[in-house]
């Protein structure tokens, strides 16, 4: 018999049971002291290059954010420099534009990224080569400063003076010897968006099985037999035909595709958040009119940072003085009232994308 007094009620002890999130502590990798050299590998630099190469959320974030910071060309007052830059060709067919565009996103994709300079005897730049981070090595003192570059040939270790390496660091925190890849926050979501991809393929390309068959026999001859017939019918794409009342077939149990597809957005939009660069920037895609303007203005002085980052490695490294191109700012209003519903090709922000408003019915 139940039993029905109240004060025999228990409770659950989900607080001693359940533990809470905790965010895991993180040391920052600095150089030793105790050492006469202190090497740092980018040991993580080829796991950072699958992310980039298999995920095209992150191919297109890093290009976007690349492209937009670099690929507008540059300029410069120094003349003799502006020849040499034009003559750069990297391995033999590249240019100056090519090997900025490859260095930033290195940068951002692996959080440093590597160019030897090659210079004449006159200290001129005769050309850049860019060297992929699982192949270099930065060489620290005990005094925590750059020695200089040691770069895998294959077969030893090339000494590359500090004084001959473009070398950038993507957000480089404290004393830390190493930049930050880009990514490296998002990893988390883009497992999560990747699984649930996986998954969904895997139901979508077996949506054409037939379900579960319930036979009206244990006959395991006869079920193996049918159960081969129902393969090469879904397989081939033919009708199947089964005696009456010898077996039924039902659809698969499953949960709407819906709700598997919203957790798939949902991702995406948070990795857009946590890489730093606008999904209307790598994508229009589900992006609203106000959405990729307002995206631009987000975008613009995150782009912009880059731009300044790089020009400032190039001057302060190597006596670079350039200024990369600036894409036109979306932020300006426009110069005389208009009346946006009747000018759609206005492009920059109208004063209703900003203005917070309610219309009384």
Excluded: C
């Excluded at 976007?64 to 990297?90: F, P, Y």
């Excluded at 203005?297 to 020009?311: A, N, R, S």
């Amino acid at each position: 018999m139940a039993i029905s007094d109240l004060s025999r009620a228990t409770t659950t002890d989900f607080s001693s049971q359940v533990p809470d999130f905790i965010v895991n502590s993180k040391a920052l990798d600095a150089a030793s002291p105790q050492q006469d050299e202190f090497y740092w590998y980018f040991d993580k630099a080829t796991v950072n290059f699958g992310y980039y190469f298999n995920t095209p959320e992150i191919f297109n974030a890093a290009n976007a954010l690349a492209t937009w910071a670099v690929g507008r060309g540059w300029e410069t007052k120094d003349t003799i420099m502006q020849v040499q830059l034009d003559h750069v060709r990297g391995a033999g067919k590249d240019t100056f534009d090519k090997i900025m565009w490859n260095h930033e996103v290195i940068k951002v994709v692996v959080g440093d990224s590597f160019t030897e300079i090659k210079k004449l005897k006159d200290d001129k730049i005769a050309n850049m080569l860019p060297i992929s981070p699982e192949r270099v090595r930065i060489v620290y003192g005990k005094n925590g400063l750059i020695k200089r570059y040691d770069a895998w040939n294959g077969e030893k270790w090339r000494d590359i003076p500090k004084e001959k390496m473009l070398h950038s660091s993507n957000k480089k925190i404290g004393d830390s010897v190493h930049g930050q890849a880009q990514g490296e926050p998002a990893k988390k979501i883009i497992d999560a968006m990747n699984e649930a991809l996986e998954d969904e393929r895997i139901i979508k390309h077996r949506d054409k099985a037939l379900g579960i068959v319930y036979y009206k026999t244990n006959n395991a001859g006869k079920i193996t037999y049918t159960n081969t017939q129902i393969e090469n019918a879904v397989k081939n794409g033919e009708m199947l035909g089964l005696p009456e009342d010898s077996a039924k077939i039902e659809p698969y149990p499953s949960r709407s595709s819906e709700d598997r597809t919203g957790w798939i957005q949902m991702l995406e939009n948070k990795f857009y958040q946590i890489f730093g660069v606008p999904r209307s920037i790598a994508s229009s895609d589900g992006t609203s009119e106000v959405g990729g303007k307002m995206g631009h203005v987000i975008f613009e002085p995150i782009y912009t940072k880059e731009q300044m980052d790089l020009e400032g490695d190039l001057k302060f490294q190597f006596q670079i003085d350039i200024t990369f191109n600036r894409p036109p700012s979306l932020g300006g209003m426009s110069p005389a009232p208009i009346d946006e519903s009747k000018n759609t090709g206005e492009i920059g922000i109208q004063p209703n994308d900003v203005e917070a408003s309610m219309t009384r019915e």
